[in-house]
């Protein structure tokens, strides 16, 4: 699941945040062929690389 934002300050700032059910999850997907293909196609649209950011626990919400 991705949760898509904008910058109110920044017309050109989109953040992607990825939503997994567990770690390994998130680090058996970097091991596929096919995901390992569709981040580099998208590397040329994207301002650097990717940041690590915080992991949490999800406790719930709308659509989780």
Do not use: C, F
Request: glycine share 10%.
């Amino acid at each position: 699941m991705y949760a898509i934002g904008k910058d109110p300050k920044d017309g050109n700032a989109v953040y992607v945040t990825e939503i997994w059910d567990s770690k390994e999850d998130h680090d058996n997907s970097l091991k596929l062929e096919a995901v390992r293909a569709l981040i580099m196609k998208a590397m040329p649209i994207i301002d650097g690389p990717p940041q690590k950011g915080q992991e949490l626990e999800i406790l719930g919400g709308a659509g989780v």
